[in-house]
């Protein structure tokens, strides 16, 4: 095993994943999760299991966090005991998507405390996530990214957007991209199959073209197939959105698209969408236009 001590605390959807990553490269991995039960699925991979985060956490040089919020991060760092536990100097590796301006207090408590912090939203779902290939993020100091590249190296890319805060900027304007990408396909096919084309024939003779994406290639199957389990919930999309547009209020920025897109998914959350895929936008704009099917 390498030298570092990882802990990992999240191991939900994503982090379960990336955790099995850090195990398979060498590293020596102990995790915790809220529901003990999806952090004891690890312990058959090599992951040390801790009964609480403080645990977790004790004489790690590198911590990642995988949470559900920027409440959820603030109470686990600052109210579980973590920062007393942690080793001198540690990093902390925040990969869970919350508002950035908590992103740059969270790293200026953990400076503090002689601590430091990188803000590293993923972006490549659970498929990446498994796979190694994820889109990493990442606001802080470019020496400390530097310095926990081959930590974050099994994981997938790495690229340094900018000052604390921005990796999580970068991840806002990510998922305004999906969103908004995922309401124009749904869109078009709406309009092809209305004037008697097929959804799946539209979407095969653009593939390539100047509309393709990642969302035309996996959403697009979705909307064909009715698949609607969900990868990403439309409900976390929605909470993505309102973020995007918190920001940009403190920005003096006024976003349309995303304001338009943000409206939709909120009517769709609000009318029993929320636990769909994001993909599921699809329903929503059918029913608007009278075309709901089974």
């Given at each position: 095993m390498t030298g570092r001590k990882i802990a990992f605390l999240g191991t939900g959807l994503m982090g379960a994943p990336m955790a099995r990553r850090l195990l398979g490269a060498g590293f020596a991995v102990t995790v915790w999760n809220r529901d003990r039960n999806k952090a004891d699925a690890l312990a058959a991979d090599g992951a040390i299991v801790a009964a609480t985060a403080a645990d977790a956490a004790q004489g790690a040089s590198v911590l990642f966090t995988m949470l559900t919020n920027g409440g959820a991060v603030s109470e686990?760092?600052?109210?579980?005991?973590?920062?007393?536990?942690?080793?001198?100097?540690?990093?902390?590796?925040?990969?869970?998507?919350?508002?950035p301006p908590i992103a740059r207090e969270h790293a200026a408590k953990l400076a503090e405390r002689g601590f430091r912090h990188i803000d590293a939203p993923v972006s490549g779902g659970v498929v990446g996530a498994a796979a190694g290939t994820l889109a990493i993020m990442a606001g802080g100091d470019a020496d400390v990214i530097d310095s926990v590249r081959d930590v974050l190296a099994p994981l997938g890319r790495v690229t340094h957007v900018g000052p604390s805060g921005t990796g999580q900027l970068a991840k806002l304007g990510n998922q305004q991209i999906v969103a908004v990408t995922i309401g124009a396909i749904a869109e078009a096919m709406l309009l092809v199959e209305a004037g008697g084309g097929s959804r799946e024939a539209f979407r095969a003779a653009i593939r390539g073209g100047f509309a393709e994406s990642r969302i035309l290639e996996l959403h697009g199957q979705r909307m064909i197939d009715r698949n609607f389990e969900p990868g990403g919930t439309s409900r976390n999309q929605l909470k993505d959105l309102d973020a995007v547009l918190a920001a940009a209020r403190s920005l003096s920025l006024?976003?349309?698209?995303?304001?338009?897109?943000?409206?939709?998914?909120?009517?769709?959350?609000?009318?029993?969408?929320?636990?769909?895929?994001?993909s599921g936008l699809l329903l929503h704009l059918e029913d608007k236009n009278g075309r709901g099917k089974a």
């Open positions: 686990v760092l600052f109210g579980s005991g973590v920062m007393d536990a942690l080793a001198p100097g540690a990093v902390v590796i925040d990969n869970s998507s919350i508002a006024h976003l349309p698209l995303t304001e338009t897109i943000r409206t939709e998914f909120a009517e769709f959350v609000e009318n029993g969408g929320a636990e769909s895929d994001h």
